[in-house]
């Protein structure tokens, strides 16, 4: 039979290791590692808003839903985050997992009040809330315990951030479409390059990034095309003499 872990906001078929809680007024840090597991199934409902960072390992497979309409399938990596607003529910599965795992829970009570706009998300990486939460997890598993104004006001930084990055983003009139990042572009460049001397398949070059075949390629294409066409209007073309 199979052990589940229930706290207040998961429900997982297969605990993991070294979990810690810390907790403070209007915010909570959680921090665990698992050793290779074979599936773990299950969901995460949380009261909070919640902010979960892959630190270091990942899956294979990771595939999930949540009540807003968001969906994944594909691999999990060191460094994807994931967003999940308070009140709404993720079903997952995983398989062929190993990791090390953060989450930063921020009451929406307490929280910039766009943060509630914000409905749930995935990002390969985002280095400001990679680090965060890193430092946090190491913080924590030195001391065994977090500072509660230390806590809070991470958790308050994190707020700001992602009503400014992320929210700002759905302005009225600004463009809902999913855009790569300049990073993901340059990252995606240097993959192709490397990957050059075999048949280079979509999934090869949006897994890493954590978004779908279907985001990654309509986007893709698109922008590449507007960087062509760029070029092109700035006399950055060369031509080749024809034969």
């Given at each position: 039979m199979q052990q589940t872990m229930k706290?207040?906001?998961?429900?997982?078929?297969?605990?993991?290791?070294?979990h810690l809680k810390a907790e403070w007024s209007g915010g909570r840090f959680e921090t665990a590692r698992r050793g290779r597991t074979g599936e773990v199934e299950g969901k995460i409902e949380p009261h909070f808003h919640l902010i979960m960072v892959t630190l270091n390992g990942g899956a294979v497979y990771h595939a999930f839903r949540t009540d807003d309409g968001y969906r994944y399938e594909g691999r999990d990596a060191k460094g994807m985050v994931s967003f999940l607003p308070a009140g709404c529910r993720r079903e997952l599965?995983?398989?062929d997992?190993?990791?090390?795992?953060?989450?930063?829970?921020?009451?929406?009570?307490v929280s910039s009040p766009r943060l509630a706009n914000i409905k749930s998300f995935l990002v390969g990486r985002d280095d400001f809330i990679y680090g965060m939460t890193a430092q946090m997890g190491g913080v924590f598993h030195r001391d065994g315990s977090l500072d509660a104004t230390y806590g809070s006001t991470m958790a308050l930084a994190l707020s700001e951030y992602l009503s400014n990055?992320?929210?700002?983003?759905r302005q009225p009139g600004a463009s809902a479409r999913y855009t790569l990042t300049r990073r993901q572009?340059?990252?995606?460049?240097?993959?192709?390059?490397?990957?050059?001397?075999a048949p280079i398949a979509i999934a090869d070059l949006s897994i890493p990034l954590g978004i779908s075949e279907g985001h990654?390629?309509?986007?893709?294409?698109?922008?590449?095309?507007?960087?062509?066409?760029?070029?092109?209007?700035?006399?950055g073309w060369t031509t080749r003499p024809a034969s």
């Amino acid at each position: 039979m199979q052990q589940t872990m229930k706290t207040e906001d998961w429900q997982l078929t297969q605990p993991p290791q070294d979990h810690l809680k810390a907790e403070w007024s209007g915010g909570r840090f959680e921090t665990a590692r698992r050793g290779r597991t074979g599936e773990v199934e299950g969901k995460i409902e949380p009261h909070f808003h919640l902010i979960m960072v892959t630190l270091n390992g990942g899956a294979v497979y990771h595939a999930f839903r949540t009540d807003d309409g968001y969906r994944y399938e594909g691999r999990d990596a060191k460094g994807m985050v994931s967003f999940l607003p308070a009140g709404c529910r993720r079903e997952l599965i995983l398989r062929d997992v190993a990791w090390e795992w953060g989450a930063i829970a921020i009451d929406p009570a307490v929280s910039s009040p766009r943060l509630a706009n914000i409905k749930s998300f995935l990002v390969g990486r985002d280095d400001f809330i990679y680090g965060m939460t890193a430092q946090m997890g190491g913080v924590f598993h030195r001391d065994g315990s977090l500072d509660a104004t230390y806590g809070s006001t991470m958790a308050l930084a994190l707020s700001e951030y992602l009503s400014n990055r992320i929210a700002g983003q759905r302005q009225p009139g600004a463009s809902a479409r999913y855009t790569l990042t300049r990073r993901q572009l340059n990252d995606t460049y240097e993959r192709i390059d490397a990957m050059l001397a075999a048949p280079i398949a979509i999934a090869d070059l949006s897994i890493p990034l954590g978004i779908s075949e279907g985001h990654f390629s309509g986007r893709f294409v698109e922008q590449r095309a507007r960087r062509h066409c760029r070029q092109f209007q700035t006399g950055g073309w060369t031509t080749r003499p024809a034969s």
